[in-house]
């Protein structure tokens, strides 16, 4: 009897601690699985452009073409884009922007100019819709063509455009993102991002060089010789590891938020540019390759800068000197499209 009381107890102590040992263990492999899935979705909320967390990830990029004239200063919604790309619009002269837009939602994005052929190989290249305000015939050669989905304030599909009285045409064309989302929803545009992205440094931290006797380094400047009041420069904060923008030695401010426009990535590719109709149109040559820079962290990166095919929605891509893709920096990306006599400076001090 006093046997079978002892293996009475030893059972009971055996399924006790069986219990206790399958409902630890389990709460384990939960709370690990939750882990897990709090941070696979933590990793598939990143941009694929800009490399950071961001709620909107997965939205299709949006392409506004924007003005770049002293009177339209300061832009609306220019600092908000996660891409922005500057080239000329008149070789040796005027320059104009494309902002793409996908983590941030302006209220406000303006004032909104018109469609260039050779902007629109850039927006198919990132998967984006292309808004704009009218264009030239250029641009509307292959508008008509149907090779991208494209929102056009001269039709205002949905009410997508406005405009100000506080400036003339054509410089007081404006949009925001929610219009433009809303067009494109209507229009029956998928808004499923597709863009490829681009690879990115698991960490970013300045590596500023040592000055030539030796002594740290506190900053540096990058200069663009864009003619005249298209003058732009970048100053390199280390502190902060970001490059604030200036144009004609004057700040870069957005007027939706009084910021001035601040980087961690500044591109500077190479490409030819000639007249195709004068007075008002020339042609930037952005689909092939050519020299690059990368300016991140305070460096200078060299390599190329490639794009394949004729107006095909390949990604705009960055190599370095061995050939492999450069991983940028996180954060938000200024690529500045120049001439091959252009003058670039990069100074440390």
């Avoid at 790309?85 to 040796?92: F, L, N, Y």
């Avoid at 195709?276 to 930037?284: D, L, Q, R």
Wanted: glycine share 8%; proline share 4%; hydrophobic share 35%.
């Amino acid at each position: 009897m006093k046997k079978i009381k002892i293996i009475l107890i030893v059972i009971i102590i055996f399924i006790i601690a069986g219990v206790i040992f399958w409902f630890f263990g389990n709460r384990s492999v939960s709370i690990e699985k939750g882990n897990q899935n709090q941070n696979n979705e933590n990793k598939s909320q990143i941009s694929p452009v800009t490399g950071e967390k961001c709620e909107n990830y997965n939205r299709r990029l949006i392409a506004v073409m924007l003005a770049n004239d002293a009177i339209n200063r300061p832009l609306s919604g220019m600092s908000q884009a996660d891409v922005v790309i500057e080239m000329p619009v008149i070789t040796g002269g005027i320059t104009r922007i494309m902002a793409i837009y996908g983590c941030e939602i302006p209220k406000e994005i303006g004032s909104v100019r018109s469609a260039r052929h050779d902007y629109i190989p850039l927006a198919l290249g990132f998967d984006a819709i292309y808004a704009h305000w009218g264009g030239s015939h250029f641009a509307y050669d292959q508008l008509n063509k149907n090779i991208i989905n494209n929102i056009d304030a001269m039709v205002n599909s949905y009410d997508a455009f406005y405009r100000t009285s506080d400036l003339e045409p054509p410089y007081n064309g404006f949009t925001s993102l929610d219009r433009l989302i809303n067009s494109a929803k209507k229009l029956g545009y998928n808004l499923e991002n597709k863009f490829a992205g681009y690879p990115h440094l698991e960490k970013s931290n300045s590596k500023l060089p040592a000055l030539p006797d030796g002594t740290k380094s506190t900053g540096g400047k990058l200069t663009i010789g864009y003619g005249g009041e298209f003058r732009v420069s970048y100053s390199y904060n280390k502190s902060e590891n970001v490059y604030q923008r200036y144009r004609n030695n004057l700040r870069e401010t957005d007027k939706n938020n009084g910021n001035q426009a601040e980087v961690s990535v500044v591109v500077v590719m190479r490409a030819e540019s000639h007249m195709i109709e004068e007075p008002n149109y020339n042609e930037v040559d952005v689909q092939g390759e050519g020299e690059a820079k990368v300016y991140q962290n305070g460096e200078e990166i060299k390599g190329i800068w490639r794009k394949t095919g004729n107006y095909t929605n390949s990604k705009l891509t960055f190599l370095d000197s061995n050939a492999k893709e450069i991983k940028f920096a996180p954060g938000k990306i200024w690529i500045e499209i120049v001439e091959p006599n252009t003058e670039v400076k990069w100074e440390v001090f």
